[in-house]
């Protein structure tokens, strides 16, 4: 475990900013969004355009699944290609920027809820890479992984996100990556371009709305909301990112949504910006 002093040496590299950092979650979709300038990646380009540039990017991703909680900590995370299937030029991208081993530390003094393992062999996984790369194009950034540990439910996702509020205080952009609706075994190729099934449409309405009116409670308690949640859930590894974002939202902050379409008839591509 980190001790203080240590924290104090690591919290001290990056200075207190006046406003903070927002937040994001972010439907990331098809791998393919990683190579294509179509709607979705256009508009994670422009988001980048329009917020502070980071001092570092955390991401949270459905694709880093494990028992207990891990964060990169190498000093270049190698580019990960966690998919089968697609052409050749995807499998090409090499996308290099750099890590930062003192801020990986840093975040793993911050979270008290669990102690953080300091990985040195995942790197970014496509939930990361392929929408990070479109947001800052020159790698110049340091950009993280933190883990998603499946023991865990969403209710202590939720609560582990809200300590890493110093690092939005120290211009982190911290990025939820996976999709609110996820359901792959019922997608359908005649939808693949857009378009949901009523149940995915439904539960994604709900979704919004619930996250919109800041009632958190029962997104945290999904399987309490009928048996669409559960068509919309089948696993949980792609909604998990979004308790991330909505854990780290203040009262007075305001959220606002994009990249808002259904596509493949079971899967959203619904985005959340907090502040």
Known sequence: MTNLSQFKTFTSGLPIQENLMPVLFVGHGSPMNGIEGNEFSNKWASMAQNMPVPTAVLVVSAHWFTKGTHITAMDFPKTIHDFGGFPQALFDVVYPAPGNPELAAETAGLIQHTQVGLDHDWGLDHGAWTVVRHMYPEANIPVLQLSIDYT????????????????????????????????????????????????????????????????????????????????????????????????????????????????GGSLTMTSVKVG
């Open 152 to 263: 865990k439910d969403a209710r202590y996702h939720y609560e582990l996100a809200r300590e890493l509020q110093l690092l939005r205080k120290k211009g982190v952009l911290i990025l939820g990556s996976g999709n609110m609706v996820h359901n792959l075994r019922m997608m359908s190729w005649e939808m693949i371009n857009g378009g949901g099934y009523d149940w995915a449409l439904q539960m994604n309405d709900k979704f919004k709305s619930l996250i919109l009116n800041n009632e958190h409670n029962p997104l945290m308690n999904y399987q309490s909301l009928g048996k669409e949640a559960m068509l919309a859930i089948p696993t949980p590894e792609h909604y998990l990112p979004l308790m991330y974002t909505l854990g780290l939202k203040n009262d007075n902050e305001e959220v606002s949504l994009f990249n808002d379409k259904a596509v």
